[in-house]
DNA sequence: AAATCAATTTGCATATTTGCAAGGTGTGAT
DNA sequence: ATCACACCTTGCAAATATGCAAATTGATTT
C-alpha cells in the first residue's frame, strides 16, 4: 500500500476540502484529487461524499480516519524526534525580490522562518535584476512575470492584479469607473513605464486628468501614499501605507513565480524556504491567493 | 514528509539488504537505494552503516525502528481491515504463457493466488501464439524474448540461461566439456530450431553425438526425461523430472517477460496478479532469479 | 592469485506523478 | 436573473520516480 494516500486521505479529513488539505501538504489541488481517487480505487471504497459544500466523510471513511489518526500522531512524534531537535538545517539561503515584495512582505516572513530554523541565514537581495541562479548569485528568485524562464524551476506563488490605490486616508469609495476616475487627480506613467497595458489605457480614457508621472511603480506607490493622487499599481505593490480602492480590470493580469535553479531543488535549507515562503504567499490575503501555492 | 520513505527504511530494517527490501515491497532494488538515500539525506542522519555484508542499522536507525514498526503494525493491521473483508476484488484475469511455464511454475503460483483472491477467475491460455493484449486475447503474456514490444508495459521476470539436463536418474557429475559430450548421447535440432545460438554450436562440435532430433523444445525435453539422451534447453524448460546438469555457456541468454497493455495496469485484480507472479518468479531458485523481480 | 558471486551504486531511458491552466458546478450576494 | 466566488475536475506538459542494465566493490571459493 501506498502510505501516502493515507496521508492525503488524512488531510482531507482534516481540513474539509481539497484545498485544504493542498495548503497542509505543500502540493497542487489537482494532486490531491488524483490521490484521493487512487486510494478509494485501490481499497473499492468510497471515503468521501462530494457535497457542494465540500467533502465529508462516509461511514468507511470514519472508520478508517481512527486508524489513519493514530498513524498520523505517530508520524508527527516521530518527525518531532528526528527532525527537531537532532536535525537542524543550517547554511546560508539567497533570495532575491523586487523591492515592494523585499519590504512589506518578506520581513515578517523571514523572521517566522527564522524562529522555526535559527540556524538558517537568509541573506535578500533587493531588486528585480536578473541575477544569475547558476552562479549562485541567488538561491532563490521571486519575480513578477507572465512567462518564467525555462530552465529555472517556477512556482506560482500569486496572481497579481492591477488596483487602484490611494492614500490611507483617502474617503470609502464603492469603486471606480472611467467617469469617476475622470475627476480624481491620477498618477501616471512615463518612459518605457507608459508601455504597460494599464498605462495605455489610462492615456487613452484619463490623459487630463493625470497631474504627476513617474517612470518607476515604487514611486508611483510613495506619490499615492502621500496624497498626491491615486495610481494604478500591480496588487504586489500594495503596503499599509496605500488603500486599495478597486479592482482595476484593464490591468494585465500578470504573476509572482519563485524561480530556482534545478540543482538546488533537493537543498534541504532551500526546500524548507520554499515551502514556507508558498504557505506564506498562499495565505496572505492581500494577493490574489491560489489556496494552493 | 514522505511517508513512503519510512516504508522503505523499514522494508531495508526487516530484510537487511536492498534487495530484500526490493522483493517485500515489489518494486527495484536501485528504486529502494535511491529512496534511503532521499530519506537519509531529508533527516541529515546516517540510518544504515553500509558494510560488505548489507545494511547495518546505526543508532539512530535503531530509535527510528522502533517507531517504524509501530506505524507498520497499524498500517497491517489497517490493511488486514480495509482490504481483507470489505475489499474483494472480483472479475477475470486472463493470462497467457509458453507451455513449460503453463505446465511447471503457474499452477501453483495460480493456486496460492486463488486462496488469496477467492473471487478472481484466473484463465490461463497456454501457449506461444501471438495474442493480441489490446483486444483483450489476454490481460497478461509471459514471453522468453531478448525484445519486447514497445506497445507493451514489459517487467523482466527472470534471465533465461541454458543448461544441459538429462534423466533424473542420471548420476551426478562435476559438470561437461565439449569433449566429455562428446561421448553422451545428444538430443539435436531440427528445423528452425537449428537456427538457435545453443544448436549452432551444438552441430559445430558436437554433431556426431546427436543421436534423435526435434524441432520443438517440449518434445527435446520429453526425450531427454525418458533418457534419449541429453538435451540442451534454456532454464524455463526444467522440470521435476528433469536434471540440470551443467550451464551451457554457448547458450544464448534470453530473458523471460510479463506483458501487459498499458491500459490494464491500475486495473486492481491484473495489479494484484502481477505482483503475485513478480514475486513467484524473484523467489524460484529454478530460474535465474534476479532478485528483484 | 584468480575467478566467481552477491550486493550496492549509477547512467540513461521510460513510466508515473504532479503542476498549471482552464472549464465546470453550485452557492451566495447583488 | 446575473455575477462573483470557491471548490472540484481534467487535459497537457513538466517534473520526478523508477526500472533496466551494467559497473563497482568486497567476500568467498577454487
Redesign the pocket.
Known amino acids: 500500500m501506498d502510505w501516502?494516500l493515507l496521508h492525503s486521505f488524512l488531510a482531507i479529513a482534516r481540513n474539509g476540502?481539497?484545498?485544504g488539505a493542498a495548503r497542509e501538504l505543500g502540493?497542487?489541488?489537482?494532486?490531491i484529487?488524483?490521490?484521493l481517487n487512487?486510494f478509494e480505487d485501490t481499497l473499492s471504497l468510497r471515503l468521501f461524499d462530494?457535497l457542494?459544500?465540500?467533502?465529508k466523510l462516509t461511514q468507511a471513511g470514519e472508520e478508517l480516519l481512527r486508524q489513519a489518526e493514530q498513524i498520523g500522531d505517530a508520524f508527527d512524534a516521530l518527525e518531532r524526534q528526528f527532525t527537531g531537535q537532532d536535525f537542524r538545517p543550517r547554511g546560508v539561503v539567497r533570495i532575491t525580490a523586487p523591492n515592494n515584495i523585499a519590504y512589506h512582505y518578506l520581513p515578517a516572513w523571514l523572521s517566522q522562518f527564522k524562529a522555526l530554523y535559527p540556524e538558517i541565514k537568509v541573506e535578500l537581495i533587493v531588486g528585480n535584476q536578473d541575477l544569475n541562479l547558476t552562479r549562485r548569485e541567488a538561491d532563490i528568485a521571486i519575480r513578477a512575470t507572465a512567462n518564467p524562464p525555462e530552465h529555472l524551476?517556477?512556482?506560482?506563488l500569486a496572481d497579481i492584479n492591477w488596483g487602484i490605490y490611494g492614500a490611507i486616508e483617502f474617503p470609502p469609495v464603492t469603486g471606480f469607473d472611467v467617469n469617476s476616475l475622470r475627476h480624481q487627480p491620477l498618477i501616471g506613467a512615463e518612459g518605457a513605464m507608459a508601455n504597460l497595458t494599464a498605462f495605455r489605457w489610462q492615456e487613452q480614457h484619463l490623459k487630463d486628468a493625470i497631474v504627476a508621472r513617474a517612470n518607476d511603480l515604487n514611486a508611483m506607490a510613495a506619490m499615492a501614499e502621500y496624497g498626491m493622487g491615486l495610481a494604478f499599481l500591480p496588487d504586489d505593490q500594495q503596503n499599509p501605507r496605500l488603500k486599495r480602492l478597486d479592482t482595476l480590470k484593464q490591468g494585465k493580469q500578470s504573476?509572482l513565480w519563485l524561480l530556482l535553479h534545478?540543482d538546488l531543488?533537493k537543498v534541504e535549507r532551500v526546500k524548507l524556504l520554499v515551502s514556507h515562503l508558498q504557505r506564506c504567499f498562499s495565505e496572505d490575503p492581500r494577493l490574489s491567493s491560489r489556496?494552493d501555492g
Open positions: 501516502n476540502s481539497l484545498n502540493v497542487n489541488h489537482s494532486t484529487f488524483r490521490r487512487l462530494r457542494p459544500q465540500g467533502y524551476i517556477a512556482r506560482k504573476h534545478p531543488r489556496g
